[in-house]
């Protein structure tokens, strides 16, 4: 008795030191997911901090008279409107004269002021002869100030506005003449080297090009693969060998896939470079692997007992798998094609070895035209030495941030949905 009354002690005292040992794995785990979170909200903090300001631009109102000797029928297109803009700053600042002091004046005003009144004429000319009240873009350093990220209390040679400058920023303020509005240029413009006027509407398109061709491509050739593979083909050294290279594929860094469509698709059969058709192509490669392997688990989920009651009822095996097996696997499919697309959708140095890295201020228009790529506009912006591009920056990953998560989320959501558990 007495041994064993030693041997539940024993028993007991291992229990409780597995047990304390289970609390601390579950201990360390949550701190664990804890600190990822964490880490993720800061990241999160910064990147919104940083690029709210993007979806807000100063705009000034300045009063243009569309003077029947500078604009007429006839040279709608072509007229001083540059001049229009200026003469109505000096008509609001009547005691600047210096050469340098209206350099200064006409910085307040961005240069884009010139192409919105052109376009507000050629739109329509009734307007020539009358004077009109115009909301103008300012320029970025006006824009910094009036966001609160240029310090006034610094010397004049610290920052980008002279001190004449910011009491004419104080004046317009007090006449109401100035203030911040919705950017919608950042969502419908390409972009452009100043950034009061810079969007992401021609990488979007870009994007979206891209993107289409992707999964064009590699959706029919990435299931027939794997139907192939998992259903048809013999299971010897060479089918082996193909699943050890899908799988290093899969793990292979997305340079090497850019370097291999400047090789081919652009040296060797000519294709135009820095377009969504080419971009398309190279994704394409990158994101093949991602969809066998995954729609290639979704076939193996689906039971045996399916493949055989339709062999038994006197199918043929393409009919087993055209009719039974592939509809079963598809959502797991669907679902490996929104991954691999939004790992596509997020990928730069591919793109960069195609020349997807072009400063290209049109949208495009279809798959040939010139186009860059939303995490390419990204990479330039950033690169920039303008302040103002930064807040850009941020914006941008913003709204590519959202776009991953509304693919992933999507991915999950047809998961739950369809997903049969056997």
Same mark, same amino acid.
């Given at each position: 008795?007495? &041994?064993?009354?030693?041997?539940?002690?024993?028993?007991? *005292?291992?229990?409780?030191?597995?047990?304390?040992?289970?609390?601390?794995?579950?201990?360390?785990?949550?701190?664990?997911?804890?600190?990822?979170?964490?880490?993720?909200?800061?990241?999160?903090?910064?990147?919104?901090?940083?690029?709210?300001?993007?979806?807000?631009?100063?705009?000034?109102?300045?009063?243009?008279?569309?003077?029947? &000797?500078?604009?007429?029928?006839?040279?709608?297109?072509?007229?001083?409107?540059?001049?229009?803009?200026?003469?109505?700053?000096?008509?609001? /600042?009547?005691?600047?004269? +210096?050469?340098?002091?209206?350099?200064? #004046?006409?910085?307040?005003?961005?240069? +884009?002021?010139?192409? *919105?009144? !052109?376009?507000?004429?050629?739109?329509?000319?009734?307007?020539?002869?009358?004077?009109?009240?115009?909301?103008?873009?300012?320029?970025?350093?006006?824009?910094?100030?009036?966001?609160?990220?240029? *310090?006034?209390?610094?010397? &004049?040679?610290?920052?980008?506005?002279?001190?004449?400058?910011?009491?004419?920023?104080?004046?317009?303020?007090?006449?109401?003449?100035?203030?911040?509005?919705?950017?919608?240029? /950042?969502?419908?413009?390409?972009?452009?080297?100043?950034?009061?006027?810079?969007?992401?509407?021609?990488?979007?398109?870009?994007? @979206?090009?891209?993107?289409?061709?992707?999964?064009?491509?590699? /959706?029919?050739?990435?299931?027939?693969?794997?139907?192939?593979?998992?259903?048809?083909?013999?299971?010897?050294?060479?089918?082996? #060998?193909?699943?050890?290279?899908?799988?290093?594929?899969?793990?292979?860094?997305?340079?090497?896939?850019?370097?291999?469509?400047?090789?081919? @698709?652009?040296?060797?059969?000519?294709?135009?470079?820095?377009?969504?058709?080419?971009?398309?192509?190279?994704?394409?490669?990158?994101?093949?692997?991602?969809?066998?392997?995954?729609?290639?688990?979704?076939?193996?989920?689906?039971?045996?007992?399916?493949?055989?009651?339709?062999?038994?009822?006197?199918?043929?095996?393409? *009919?087993?798998?055209?009719?039974?097996?592939?509809?079963?696997?598809?959502?797991?499919? #669907?679902?490996?094609?929104?991954?691999?697309?939004?790992?596509?959708?997020?990928?730069?140095?591919?793109? #960069?070895?195609? +020349?997807?890295?072009?400063?290209?201020?049109?949208?495009?228009?279809?798959?040939?035209?010139?186009?860059?790529?939303?995490?390419?506009?990204?990479?330039?912006?950033?690169?920039?030495?303008?302040?103002? @591009?930064?807040?850009?920056?941020?914006?941008?990953?913003?709204?590519?941030?959202?776009?991953?998560?509304?693919?992933?989320?999507?991915?999950?959501?047809?998961?739950?949905?369809?997903? !049969?558990?056997?």
């Amino acid at each position: 008795m007495k &041994e064993s009354g030693r041997t539940i002690d024993i028993v007991k *005292q291992g229990l409780s030191r597995r047990y304390r040992a289970e609390r601390r794995f579950k201990t360390y785990g949550l701190c664990a997911i804890l600190i990822s979170f964490i880490f993720l909200a800061l990241l999160f903090i910064s990147i919104v901090g940083k690029g709210y300001s993007a979806f807000f631009r100063t705009v000034i109102r300045l009063d243009i008279t569309f003077d029947p &000797e500078v604009v007429s029928r006839d040279n709608l297109s072509k007229a001083n409107y540059s001049g229009l803009v200026k003469k109505s700053l000096r008509q609001l /600042f009547p005691d600047v004269s +210096g050469r340098r002091d209206k350099r200064q #004046l006409y910085g307040l005003v961005s240069s +884009g002021a010139a192409f *919105q009144i !052109r376009g507000m004429a050629m739109e329509d000319p009734g307007v020539i002869g009358k004077t009109v009240s115009v909301w103008v873009p300012a320029d970025d350093d006006v824009d910094i100030l009036m966001k609160g990220q240029m *310090q006034r209390d610094v010397p &004049e040679s610290e920052r980008r506005l002279t001190d004449t400058q910011l009491k004419w920023v104080d004046r317009l303020e007090n006449e109401h003449r100035i203030e911040k509005r919705l950017n919608t240029a /950042f969502f419908t413009s390409g972009d452009s080297r100043e950034p009061e006027l810079a969007g992401i509407w021609g990488a979007v398109m870009g994007s @979206f090009y891209t993107l289409l061709v992707t999964l064009a491509l590699s /959706f029919p050739i990435g299931v027939a693969a794997a139907v192939y593979l998992e259903e048809f083909a013999p299971k010897n050294r060479w089918t082996d #060998l193909i699943e050890v290279n899908i799988n290093n594929l899969a793990a292979v860094p997305s340079i090497v896939f850019g370097l291999l469509g400047l090789a081919v @698709f652009l040296n060797f059969f000519g294709l135009p470079r820095s377009t969504p058709l080419v971009g398309g192509l190279v994704l394409t490669l990158m994101t093949l692997p991602t969809i066998i392997i995954a729609s290639r688990a979704s076939l193996k989920s689906v039971p045996p007992s399916i493949r055989d009651a339709a062999l038994g009822i006197g199918a043929s095996k393409t *009919q087993m798998v055209a009719h039974h097996v592939l509809p079963l696997a598809l959502p797991g499919m #669907l679902t490996g094609t929104i991954i691999g697309m939004a790992q596509a959708l997020g990928e730069t140095a591919p793109l #960069l070895m195609i +020349g997807m890295v072009a400063f290209i201020v049109d949208i495009p228009h279809g798959f040939t035209d010139p186009a860059t790529a939303l995490p390419v506009q990204i990479y330039l912006w950033a690169d920039s030495p303008e302040r103002a @591009f930064t807040a850009l920056t941020s914006g941008a990953i913003m709204v590519l941030l959202a776009f991953l998560i509304i693919m992933n989320g999507a991915a999950v959501i047809l998961r739950k949905k369809f997903e !049969r558990r056997w």
